[in-house]
């Protein structure tokens, strides 16, 4: 069961979550555990399923998807008819209008629909995970010089389930680097996923870049995969200038996370996304949401 923070209604609520069963019974049998690390976590179980949402027969599985999970198609900027295989409606557009943002430069907003989870202060070797586990930065991403200039900074862990709008997209405007690929196995990104497989996101396939943004510093933008995410796609044209909102990529099917490192003293997030953080609840996010705010 996963909890999660409501901050318009400011209730908690259980996440409906997809493929629920399966995901127990992995994550908690010896047999599910054993067939995890034989298979299940390799790259071809993902490809294989991969190849099937992208399948003509995978577009059966749409209605019901949308029906089991309540997605609202109204804001959707396509029908059901343009949908030729799953992919197609997981990675769906949004109508612009279904994401209001803000264009004040000192207001940051979330780069995507997702659970939400800030750190601040962050300590590079125990940066925290939703149950309180410890990963570390320099682990993460490889990288030791690049690593030290997030000391004491901020860190975004935005998990994308597979029931929400799975593009994400630039939080300022400025310039993103080329993309930085690391392999990795493909575990399932849900808390009950996270609690069994220690520094589970520095195991997982990942893709990161360096967003030079004008009002929030050198962001880290990392993209991590999942099980049964078949892609990882960037739309981005590296080192051209982009502005807030902009898309950045899109996942396809899948739960995946995005996870954004700011440097030290450049954003402040908001009291209520911090409270829940060190309660160990995450807080529903909508793309273009205001999460924080520029420290002046």
């Not at 010896?30 to 034989?38: A, D, K, R, Y």
């Not at 019901?64 to 900027?77: G, H, Q, T, V």
């Not at 004040?104 to 586990?133: F, H, M, T, W």
Request: proline share 2%.
């Amino acid at each position: 069961m996963i909890k999660y923070y409501n901050r318009k209604s400011k209730k908690y609520e259980i996440e409906k979550v997809a493929g629920e069963k399966y995901l127990n019974w992995i994550y908690s049998s010896p047999i599910g555990m054993n067939l995890l690390e034989l298979f299940i976590k390799k790259k071809l179980f993902s490809s294989i399923y991969g190849k099937y949402c992208d399948s003509k027969i995978s577009k059966k599985k749409i209605n019901s998807f949308i029906k089991d999970f309540n997605i609202d198609m109204k804001i959707c900027s396509s029908s059901l008819n343009d949908f030729n295989n799953f992919n197609d409606f997981f990675t769906r557009k949004l109508k612009k209008d279904s994401r209001p943002m803000t264009k004040d430069k000192n207001i940051l907003i979330s780069p995507g629909d997702g659970k939400l989870l800030a750190y601040e202060n962050i300590n590079l070797n125990k940066v925290s995970n939703i149950k309180g586990i410890n990963y570390s930065f320099y682990e993460l991403i490889k990288d030791n010089k690049l690593a030290d200039k997030y000391s004491n900074g901020t860190c975004l862990i935005l998990r994308l389930c597979p029931t929400d709008y799975h593009r994400f997209h630039f939080i300022d405007h400025g310039i993103c680097s080329n993309t930085k690929k690391i392999k990795g196995d493909y575990y399932s990104v849900n808390p009950l996923a996270l609690v069994k497989v220690p520094q589970l996101f520095c195991k997982n396939k990942r893709e990161y870049s360096i967003f030079h943004s004008e009002n929030f510093g050198n962001i880290l933008f990392m993209e991590v995969g999942a099980t049964c995410v078949g892609s990882i796609i960037q739309t981005y044209t590296p080192n051209e200038k982009v502005s807030k909102g902009e898309e950045k990529g899109y996942f396809k099917f899948g739960g995946s996370t995005v996870i954004l490192f700011f440097e030290k003293e450049k954003i402040k997030i908001d009291k209520d996304i911090i409270k829940q953080s060190e309660s160990g609840h995450e807080t529903q996010v909508f793309m273009g949401e205001s999460i924080g705010f520029k420290i002046k």
